[in-house]
């Protein structure tokens, strides 16, 4: 069955260290989504691509970048990591061209703890 | 800027009770709204959405309802069971270039369901 997968699942690092969350899906959807989920502020956006070399900034996103080689991946890299960015990071992705609807589908989550 | 639902109450039901999770909006202009639904330690799973050309949509023991007078959301559940513990969260759509692509979420609604 397609799918959505995180990886890592839970990661902790130091600050200053360079960290990349990897996500996947199986789907082929155009469009990809990084959210950054903490107490009090629901999922923010951090960044999005809506094809191959196509990447946008969201709310959030000083400290964060990716890049879309193919349409699968769209890995997230935090440069130079802060305790700022200790958070549970999910990935989506939608495709609404092809009949298809904005819904967008979530992966499991990575939980990164930045000390 | 724009806010979707920026509250996080609690909501406790008996099982078998009806449950309903109220969202608000601001952005009059957004014409796609979704509900999720986020189990503990796992990513948001898609709910039923609704477009504003509609006031009502059913799904299995699922109703959303729309109104766009007072940009107001709401999903109904019937007979509510201890798996339908969670959190919900609402979201608009944000257009681009007519395509509706990017979503923007509330902070959610926690429903405990009482055995």
């Known amino acids: 069955d397609a799918e959505i997968t995180q990886s890592p699942r839970h990661k902790i690092t130091e600050t200053g260290r360079q960290v990349t969350l990897a996500c996947h899906q199986t789907w082929n959807h155009n469009n990809m989504f990084w959210y950054r989920q903490d107490l009090g502020h629901g999922l923010r956006l951090i960044h999005y691509s809506y094809g191959v070399h196509d990447t946008n900034k969201g709310e959030v996103s000083d400290g964060y970048s990716v890049s879309r080689s193919n349409t699968e991946d769209l890995p997230l890299t935090l440069e130079s990591a802060a305790s700022s960015q200790t958070s549970v990071y999910f990935c989506a992705s939608s495709d609404p061209s092809s009949g298809g609807t904005d819904t967008q589908y979530f992966g499991p989550g990575t939980r990164l703890t930045v000390l | 800027g724009e806010s979707v639902g920026l509250h996080l109450p609690t909501l406790s039901v008996q099982e078998g009770d009806n449950s309903i999770i109220n969202c608000a909006y601001s952005?009059?202009?957004?014409?796609?709204f979704i509900w999720y639904k986020q189990e503990s330690g796992k990513g948001p799973q898609f709910i039923i959405d609704i477009r504003s050309n509609m006031d009502k949509r059913q799904g299995q023991r699922v109703t959303v309802l729309l109104n766009k007078t007072v940009k107001h959301l709401s999903l109904q559940i019937a007979a509510t069971q201890p798996g339908d513990s969670a959190v919900y969260f609402c979201a608009e759509a944000s257009r681009r270039g007519g395509a509706t692509n990017k979503l923007i979420f509330g902070t959610g609604t926690l429903l405990a369901v009482q055995p």
């Open positions: 952005n009059s202009a957004s014409d796609y």
